[in-house]
């Protein structure tokens, strides 16, 4: 922790959603190397606000660790405080990667998403994200604004290639590749499971 972030222990920080506490939270020890996963918790938790989690590469042994290339940060939970509900997967991409269903909601209004970040040798590397639910259906409509709830679930996962996001019901699907070294959707325009693109 002291040699990615300078600190020993936790810190406060100035960051885009204001002051946090940047704490660790797991060493990963992997064939791809060992990773070092920070938490970044808001100092004054507001529906406004995300936490996040900040990904290491790192490098050395026991006794001297330095981190290299560029840390991956994703926001994750509401009111600033990040999600622990966040595993490791190996049937998405070539090695390993963290995986993290997450949602934000407010009066009524709901979108979730995955964050995937593989932990390659040279780096983590971070995925496009992958929205994967929409709902409106508790919200106090305005005249013209229809009630939609969608469903997506990943499918046609081929390793290190891409997937799909599905929902047969409603007849809607997003498609990913591998676009060097992570996943993008195809087209790059909004999510069919955007809540603009669905409007």
Not at 88 to 113: F, H, K, V
Not at 120 to 149: F, H
């Amino acid at each position: 922790f002291k040699a990615a972030t300078g600190h020993s222990t936790m810190f406060r920080q100035d960051g885009d959603n204001g002051k946090a506490y940047v704490t660790p939270f797991k060493i990963l020890n992997l064939e791809s190397g060992v990773f070092l996963i920070v938490k970044v918790t808001s100092v004054t938790p507001s529906h406004a606000n995300y936490g996040a989690f900040r990904v290491y590469r790192m490098d050395g042994d026991q006794q001297k660790f330095s981190f290299f290339g560029d840390p991956v940060e994703f926001n994750s939970g509401q009111f600033g405080i990040p999600s622990s509900d966040i595993t490791l997967i190996d049937t998405m991409t070539d090695y390993p990667a963290l995986y993290q269903e997450d949602c934000y909601g407010q009066s009524g209004y709901m979108s979730c998403w995955v964050n995937l970040v593989e932990l390659r040798p040279d780096g983590p590397v971070q995925s496009d994200n992958i929205p994967t639910y929409y709902s409106n259906t508790d919200a106090m409509l305005p005249d013209g604004e229809k009630p939609i709830e969608v469903k997506g679930k990943i499918v046609n996962i081929r390793r290190g290639e891409g997937f799909d996001v599905v929902d047969a019901n409603a007849g809607i699907s997003d498609h990913y590749i591998r676009s060097n070294t992570k996943f993008v959707r195809v087209g790059r325009g909004p999510s069919k499971f955007d809540p603009e693109d669905l409007g």
